[in-house]
């Protein structure tokens, strides 16, 4: 098994920063794909960005694209979504998702079939 924790959600007003951090525990080497997905009241859980922690190899949702960047820090078993030029449509719950993908090249879609484990989610706030 593995867990999840993240970390680092909050309010801030638009145009601001912040990062989250998503820590993984137990058995890790189940996994080689960590992912972020936001889920709005009353909505489904939408996949935001993903990292390959083996190879580095990133994806990102349309919407954030040149705003947020992913990474991570494979000593700490840390997967990093660093928020910037947030606007009110980021708002949401946060969730951190991990799963193992066999795919050679490097892919896995940015849906919650796709992921195995999931953490319990940090609130992100953005106002006006």
């Known amino acids: 098994q593995v867990q999840l924790a993240e970390s680092g959600g909050g309010s801030v007003q638009a145009g601001g920063s912040l990062r989250l951090s998503c820590v993984a525990s137990?058995?890790?080497?189940?996994?080689?794909?960590v992912a972020w997905f936001r889920q709005s009241p009353g909505q489904g859980r939408v996949g935001v960005s993903n990292i390959f922690t083996y190879t580095g190899r990133t994806d990102y949702h349309d919407s954030v694209k040149g705003r947020f960047t992913i990474s991570r820090d494979n000593s700490r078993n840390t997967v990093y979504l660093q928020m910037a030029r947030m606007t009110p449509e980021d708002s949401g719950m946060y969730f951190c998702?991990?799963?193992?993908?066999?795919?050679?090249?490097?892919?896995?879609?940015?849906?919650?079939?796709?992921?195995?484990?999931w953490g319990q989610g940090t609130q992100v706030t953005v106002s006006s």
């Open positions: 137990g058995d890790t080497a189940d996994i080689n794909v």
């Open positions: 998702a991990a799963a193992y993908s066999y795919d050679a090249g490097g892919y896995l879609p940015l849906r919650e079939f796709a992921y195995s484990y």
